[in-house]
């Protein structure tokens, strides 16, 4: 700099009888240091205003903001953001300032390329002339643009990542000026200015990890709240309860919780929200192989793939454009149209190294990608909520030994019992008479031979037990009267009833029919049903109450479709 001035003054006031040399020197001192003084005051107040973005902001609009004052300090005309993917390697668009229509270039590789230069070797490059630059391979956009040159420098997160790899992508700063020079002085104050996003960038960081903290702590109380109370905990309940705490933050529409069976070939649907705009009713069981994207979910090796309708990762599988995705059925995809769903999310939760469950979220906007804190919060909430149905199996256990027909006919002695035999078939229905209850009589069972059926002996054992003790118990309550079961094969499946006198009222009826009952007992009936692919109705006439049950044989289980 002081340089220049000299050669400035010398050449136009060190002429004779202009000004002595003395007089000169001291005159270069006093602009030189008035010069610096404007320009440190200029460079500091660039500086804050860029600190001084609001961290509450979302990266891209940090980012825009950013790029917005930093076109504007160096005087120039537009700004690009390409922030790299590490799994990709690819630099993917995330807005600009000055370009309104940049988002249609969604990535451009690292590979060849200037902001791929400039991430590879982390460091400021200039471009005097864009179209006679090899690398800059969108010339065509650059003449729309009406771009001749630009200098690109590079973005640095906040804080490393464990790779030790800081760094965020690269920020392009274009002038319509051709052949343009670029002076140190020039790309150091860019250089400058960049490097203090990464201060804005670590304010949200702390940010989002105190609300992050904050719904985790959220949703634990929620959990301990509703343990608290003595009607015990539901699953379904549950998961209404807690979605809200997520919602806000990915713009949900729906969501749903599905969990494998053992063997990775059916998947069932345990919880549901909203429970009235799903594509399925809870407890209803699809297969594994008929459905991609729970296929590609249950897959502990799948590759990382990154394409314009999906992208997929160890810790999520993002479905971008679900109207085009082979991910989805047809039928589907036409549902995700109906409902205006743009992206779905699907989270795997593991269990002993092992993906058992999935949570899966429909959203309204249309997502490309999510970052860490999303995914662990939305894990965090997976975890919590199997922990939750862990409860609910317990609680399920613990009405079953409440149950006093259960209580009284031993459930170990029974279950020994069903081990050392054969047939469960021939074993009569004990409970009836273990409960002691009077004025019950019990006809004998009419059970048709070889009705094989693909299910838990012991879950079967389970809901034999609810069945005939409500059964038994309601028989009771009215004084007296019959209790019968019966199987026999209807319609290719196979149709199990447990028929008592006495009518349940309407009103019960209903609430029954619609889940809306404290009771545990039906709930495990339910979810037994439908795991197994069989369905439930209840019917009331002539004076009896029937719950009629319909599982499939264990050949046609096999075959069934979702």
Same mark, same amino acid.
């Given at each position: 700099m002081k340089k220049k001035l000299e050669d400035f003054f010398s050449h136009h006031l060190l002429r004779p009888g202009c000004i002595s040399e003395d007089d000169l020197q001291e005159l270069i001192l006093t602009i030189e240091s008035e010069y610096q003084s404007w320009f440190? /005051?200029?460079?500091?107040?660039?500086?804050?205003?860029?600190?001084?973005?609001?961290?509450?902001? /979302?990266?891209?609009?940090?980012?825009? !903001?950013?790029?917005?004052?930093?076109?504007?300090?160096?005087?120039? =005309?537009?700004a690009t953001i390409r922030i790299i993917d590490p799994q990709s390697l690819k630099l993917t668009s995330f807005g600009g300032y000055g370009v309104p229509d940049f988002d249609r270039l969604s990535s451009i590789p690292v590979k060849n390329t200037i902001s791929g230069l400039v991430v590879q070797e982390q460091r400021s490059i200039a471009v005097p002339s864009i179209l006679k630059d090899p690398l800059y391979q969108n010339k065509d956009i650059a003449r729309s643009w009406g771009f001749q040159s630009l200098l690109a420098v590079p973005l640095f997160m906040p804080f490393p990542k464990p790779s030790g790899n800081n760094l965020l992508g690269s920020l392009q700063i274009y002038y319509k000026e051709d052949d343009r020079e670029f002076d140190k002085l020039e790309i150091i104050h860019a250089e400058l200015l960049a490097r203090r996003i990464s201060f804005v960038l670590a304010?949200?960081?702390?940010?989002?990890?105190?609300?992050?903290?904050?719904? +985790?702590?959220?949703? !634990?109380?929620?959990?301990? !709240?509703?343990?608290?109370?003595?009607?015990?905990?539901k699953l379904k309940d549950l998961f209404v309860l807690l979605i809200p705490e997520i919602k806000e933050l990915l713009e949900v529409q729906s969501c749903s919780l599905f969990t494998f069976s053992d063997d990775l070939q059916?998947?069932?649907?345990?919880?549901?929200?909203?429970?009235?705009?799903?594509?399925?009713?809870?407890?209803? /069981?699809?297969?594994?192989?008929?459905?991609?994207?729970?296929?590609?979910?249950?897959?502990?090796? +799948?590759?990382?793939? =990154?394409?314009?309708t999906e992208r997929i990762t160890q810790s999520y599988i993002l479905i971008k454009d679900p109207a085009r995705s082979p991910l989805l059925s047809g039928q589907l995809q036409e549902f995700t149209a109906a409902q205006n769903i743009h992206s779905i999310l699907i989270v795997p939760l593991s269990v002993d190294g092992k993906v058992r469950h999935l949570l899966a979220f429909n959203a309204t906007n249309q997502k490309t990608s999510f970052t860490d804190e999303e995914i662990e919060l939305l894990t965090f909430l997976g975890k919590e909520i199997l922990k939750a149905s862990r409860l609910e199996f317990f609680g399920d256990v613990l009405h079953d030994i409440k149950n006093p027909a259960i209580a009284v006919a031993g459930f170990a002695n029974r279950a020994r019992k069903l081990l050392d035999k054969d047939d469960l078939e021939q074993e009569r229905p004990e409970v009836v008479h273990e409960s002691k209850f009077k004025n019950v009589t019990v006809q004998p069972p009419q059970l048709e031979e070889d009705l094989q059926v693909s299910c838990s002996r012991f879950a079967l054992e389970r809901v034999l037990d609810n069945l005939l003790s409500n059964a038994v118990r309601a028989v009771a309550e009215q004084g007296g009267g019959t209790v019968a079961l019966h199987t026999c094969r209807c319609n290719g499946m196979a149709r199990l009833v447990i028929e008592n006198s006495g009518e349940i009222p309407s009103e019960r009826l209903k609430q029954m029919e619609q889940g809306a009952v404290k009771g545990r007992g039906l709930n495990i009936i339910n979810r037994f049903v439908h795991t197994n692919h069989g369905n439930m109705k209840i019917e009331v006439k002539n004076g009896l109450t029937r719950f009629v049950i319909m599982l499939p044989f264990a050949v046609a289980a096999a075959e069934q479709g979702g």
């Open positions: 440190l /005051s200029t460079i500091i107040q660039e500086i804050e205003d860029i600190m001084a973005i609001d961290p509450s902001l /979302s990266v891209r609009e940090i980012l825009e !903001v950013a790029a917005e004052r930093i076109v504007q300090n160096l005087a120039a =005309d537009a304010k949200k960081k702390i940010l989002d990890l105190e609300e992050l903290n904050r719904r +985790k702590e959220t949703i !634990v109380n929620k959990i301990f !709240v509703k343990l608290s109370r003595r009607e015990g905990i059916f998947i069932n649907l345990e919880a549901a929200y909203p429970q009235d705009a799903c594509y399925h009713e809870a407890d209803h /069981s699809f297969t594994v192989a008929h459905h991609p994207y729970f296929k590609v979910a249950a897959d502990e090796t +799948k590759a990382f793939s =990154d394409t314009d």
